[in-house]
């Protein structure tokens, strides 16, 4: 199963195939922006997203952010899955599921649920894969990578 892929606008000295970043929130100079709709509208804040192509366009006179002053570069970005606990008796990889922050009973693993900008009570979620298990108050979990199907 493939993640999402997008296609949006980054800073050149960002544009590198291969790095990471994170958009933690929209800024409101942003959405004055004419680019804004090919830009960040794309992103969801609280997720992280890795660039895989970078797109030379060649324009005379290249788009500069409002915000950094910096060349917009397109790009293709991936958008990563999240890692949540989820109860061993739900885990089943490729399935979807509604993520519920209720089914965490366990305190000390509320530490991994994302914020409410990065997956929203409700969202569908498909589990991808384990990536550990953790025992808390008597009760199984697994560490799960999921997408968001939003």
């Known amino acids: 199963m493939e993640t999402k892929k997008i296609m949006t606008l980054i800073g050149k000295e960002q544009a590198i195939i291969g790095r990471t970043f ?12 004419r680019l804004f709709n090919i830009c960040v509208a794309r992103l969801k804040p609280g997720r992280v997203y890795k660039v895989v192509d970078v797109k030379h366009v060649g324009l005379p006179q290249p788009d ?22 989820i109860p061993t008796k739900l885990f089943i990889e490729g399935v979807v599921i509604t ?52």
């Open 22 to 33: 994170k958009l933690y929130s929209i800024p409101n100079e942003c959405k004055q922006c």
């Open 64 to 85: 500069k952010c409002l915000l950094t002053g910096e060349e917009m570069i397109p790009i293709i970005a991936e958008e990563l899955p999240i890692i949540i606990p």
């Open 99 to 150: 993520f519920t922050k209720s089914i965490i009973t366990c305190n000390d693993l509320k530490k991994y649920i994302p914020n409410d900008q990065a997956l929203k009570e409700g969202t569908k979620i498909r589990i991808m894969k384990e990536k550990g298990r953790v025992r808390c108050n008597n009760e199984n979990y697994v560490l799960a990578e999921v997408i968001p199907l939003d």
